[in-house]
C-alpha cells in the first residue's frame, strides 16, 4: 500500500520496525545513530549481531553504543537506546543462524530490512566471500517472504560491482552465473579444493568480493519479483561530514589507510596512476540514501514482477587522487601532524609496476628491518616490517583499481534528492553543491587522528616539534648517504 506522499520521511519511519544486518560496522552505526536521531518515533531497530571473543551480543550492543559516535544521541535523546534489539545470528551460517523465536519475532513484526553485513576483504576465500556476501542475500530474501508488512528491503552493495564497464548504469546486470550452484559448491566443496578452482570461478572479475557482490544483485532481482526491494552502490566510503559531527571515521580503509600511512611517514611510494580521480561518498551522505530509499519505495505502490529501484550512491564532484594527496600531504605536514612519526611526509607516486616494487624494497621493507631491529634492542616488539607487508599485500589486491577508473550514471540518485521535502532538506538531502572539499579533507584527516589513533588535538604543538625533529634528522641521514656514495663514486671511478 502506498503512503501519504505529503507525508515527511521522519513520520513515515514512525512506528516501523527496522531489521539491520552490519550493525556493528561503520556504515551500520552510523545508520543506527541517524535513524533514532532523526527519525525519532521509529518503534524499534532489531540488529544482527553474531558473538565476538567471549562477548555476547548484548555486550557488543553495549561496547558499540559507548563510541563516540552516539554522544550526541546521548545527550539528545538518551531513552532512544531502548529501542535497539540485539539477536545474536551470523551471516556465515544458513539462515542467519537466527533461532526459531528471533525468527518468528522478526517475521511478525519487521517492515524494513537493511542488509549491510558483508565481508568487504578483497581477498577473502571464495568459500567464505559466497556464504557471508551471496548466501546470507538468499536467506535474508527468504526470511523477507515471510514477512507481512515488509515494505523494502534495501540491499547494499558496491559502486564497483560491474566495472567490467566503462559506465556503470543504475540497472540490473545479467548474470555472470548461477548463483544457486555457487552457494551449492560453496556449501558442499572442500575449501582447499574450492581455494585452486578460485581463479576459474571468479574469472575477470578482479577478486571474491565483487564476484560475489555481482552475484548477489541477481538474488535482489529474482526476489523482487513479490517483494519491494532496492540496491544502493556506495563508492568508497569517507568520513562524515557532518552527522553526527565532521570527521567521524572508526575503519582504516582506502584513503584513510594512505592517509595515516603516510601520515605517520611509514608509506613513501604508491602504486596509482597520477591521472585517476577517486570516487568517494561521505558516509552520512550514504546513510541519508539508505533512510530516503525505504521512504521512496512506499511512495510507489508495489507491483508484482517489478525490478528493484538501484541508485548509484557516488559523488557528485571528483578530485584527482594525486592533487587530493597532495592537498592531504600539506595539511599533515603543516597544520595537522600526526604524533611520533617515523619519517617525513613525502610520498612517490608511480604507474610502474617494477619502479613500485624497487622502491618498496628500498623505502619500505630496509627501514622497516632497520626500526624493528632499534624496537627488538630497546625490549619492544617489532612490528614495523608486518605493517609494511600488510600494506604490500593490500596494494597487490587493489591494483586493478588503482590503475582504472570508471563513470556512474546518477540519474535515480538525483531524482531521489528531488522527492526530499523541503523542510527536511537540512536532515535528509546528500547535495554535494556546497561541501568544500578541502575543508572535508581536513576534517577526514582530524577524523583519523581523534577516533582511529586517539590522538589529542590539544597535542598540536608537541606533534609539529616532534616532525620537525625528525625532518632535520632525516635530512642529515640523507645528506650522510649522498656523501658517502659521492665519496665512493669518487674514489672507485675517478
Known sequence: MAINPVKSISEF??????????ATG????VFIEKVLRCCPDVCEIFLLIRPKKDLSVEERLKNILNLPIFDKLRQERPLSFKKLVPILGDTKKEMLGLSVIDRQMLTERVTIIIHAAASVRFNETLTDSILINLRSTRDICILAQSMKNLIALVYIGTAFTHIENAVIEEKIYPPVTDWRKMITVAEHLDEHILNIFTLKYIDNFVNTYIFTKKLAENIIEEYSSSLPCAIIRPSIILNSVSDPFPGWVDNVYGPIGICIGGGKGLIRVVYHSKHISLDLIPVDFLIKTIIVVPWKLGLTSFAPGSLPFVV???SQRTIAFYAAANLATN???EDIPMENVLWTTNVIFTENYII???LTMILHVLPAMLI????????????ILKIIRNLYVTTCVLRHF???QWKF????????MSLIPSDEQNTFSFDWCNLDCKEHLKTCIIGAKKFILHEDMNRLDAAKAHYRRVYICVTIFKTIVVSGMLWLMYKYIF
Open 13 to 22: 519511519y514512525a512506528g516501523q520496525s527496522i531489521f539491520l544486518t552490519g
Open 26 to 29: 561503520f556504515v551500520g552505526k
Open 312 to 314: 548509484n550512491c557516488i
Open 331 to 333: 595539511l599533515v605536514k
Open 356 to 358: 613500485f616494487y624497487v
Open 372 to 383: 624493528d631491529l632499534i624496537l627488538k634492542f630497546f625490549g619492544r616488539k617489532p612490528m
Open 402 to 404: 588503482m590503475m582504472n
Open 409 to 416: 550514471n546518477n540519474t535515480n540518485n538525483i531524482a531521489l
